[in-house]
Nanobody
Framework: VQLQASGGGLVQAGGSLRLSCAAS????????VGWFRQAPGKEREFVAG????????HYADSVKGRFTISRDIAKNTVYLQMNSLKPEDAAVYYC?????????????????WGQGTLVTVSS
C-alpha cells in the first residue's frame, strides 16, 4: 500500500490543522493506521492510531484532548485533526499502515510509511 500524507503548513499557536493520509494500491481495511511525528534532533514518536475495522482510537498523552484521528472508509483516507496547536507540536508528521489489524504505538509494527508532511507552529 502507498500512503500520501498532506495538509501540513504554518499555523500560529492555538490554531488548527487537519492532516490527511490517502492510501492507494490496496485498501487498508485490514490494517491499523497511525500518525507519528519527528521533530529536529528528536526520535520519531507515536501520535495517534486507529483500528480500521472497528474505528477504535488511541493517542499519545501529549495530544489527548487536542488531536482527533478518524477515517473515511469510502475514501480509504485517515485524518488527523489537530487543535490548540503548541510550538512543541512542530514536526514532520508521518502516517503509516500497520502490519497488524490494529495500530500500536510501536513504529516497528508499521510496514508502509508516507512521505511526511511538515507542521510548523509559531509562538
Amino acid at each position: 500500500v502507498q500512503l500520501q500524507a498532506s495538509g501540513g503548513g504554518l499555523v500560529q499557536a492555538g490554531g488548527s490543522l487537519r492532516l490527511s493520509c490517502a492510501a492507494s494500491g490496496r485498501t487498508v481495511s485490514n490494517n491499523g493506521v497511525g500518525w507519528f511525528r519527528q521533530a529536529p534532533g528528536k526520535e520519531r514518536e507515536f501520535v495517534a492510531g486507529i483500528n480500521w475495522r472497528g474505528g477504535s482510537t488511541h493517542y499519545a498523552d501529549s495530544v489527548k484532548g487536542r488531536f482527533t484521528i478518524s477515517r473515511d472508509i469510502a475514501k480509504n483516507t485517515v485524518y488527523l485533526q489537530m487543535n490548540s496547536l503548541k510550538p512543541e507540536d512542530a514536526a514532520v508528521y508521518y502516517c503509516a499502515a500497520s502490519r497488524r489489524p490494529y495500530a500500536s504505538a510501536r513504529s516497528a509494527d508499521f510496514g508502509s510509511w508516507g512521505q511526511g508532511t511538515l507542521v510548523t507552529v509559531s509562538s
